[in-house]
Nanobody, 117 residues
Framework: QVQLVESGGGLVQAGGSLRLSCAASGSISSISAMGWYRQVPGNERDFVATIISDGGSTSYADSVKGRFTISRDNAKNTVYLQMNSLKPEDTAVYYC??????????WGQGTQVTVSS
């Protein structure tokens, strides 16, 4: 099983930047992909970005392409989400996830990102 701990959320003005971190522990070798979703109260959890363990390919939601960058530090078992040019509509709780090779998915506790206009 994989455990995930997120950090880096907060309050920022529109146009600003934040970097989220997600540290993984446990069954690290079983992870096939990690990434981020976000959720606004009353809405479904939406995909933001993912990075594949084998090769490091990335993909992004259209709404964040060109503004957000996902990356990883394998030595630290940590995935990052660099968020630039933030908009008020980026306000949400951001959740880190890890998908294991056999299909199971683990989630972090979530971190609040608030972008003021």
């Amino acid at each position: 099983q994989v455990q995930l701990v997120e950090s880096g959320g907060g309050l920022v003005q529109a146009g600003g930047s934040l970097r989220l971190s997600c540290a993984a522990s446990g069954s690290i070798s079983s992870i096939s992909a990690m990434g981020w979703y976000r959720q606004v109260p009353g809405n479904e959890r939406d995909f933001v970005a993912t990075i594949i363990s084998d090769g490091g390919s990335t993909s992004y939601a259209d709404s964040v392409k060109g503004r957000f960058t996902i990356s990883r530090d394998n030595a630290k078992n940590t995935v990052y989400l660099q968020m630039n040019s933030l908009k008020p509509e980026d306000t949400a709780v951001y959740y880190c996830y890890a998908r294991e090779k056999y299909g199971s998915v683990s989630w972090g506790q979530g971190t609040q990102v608030t972008v003021s206009s």
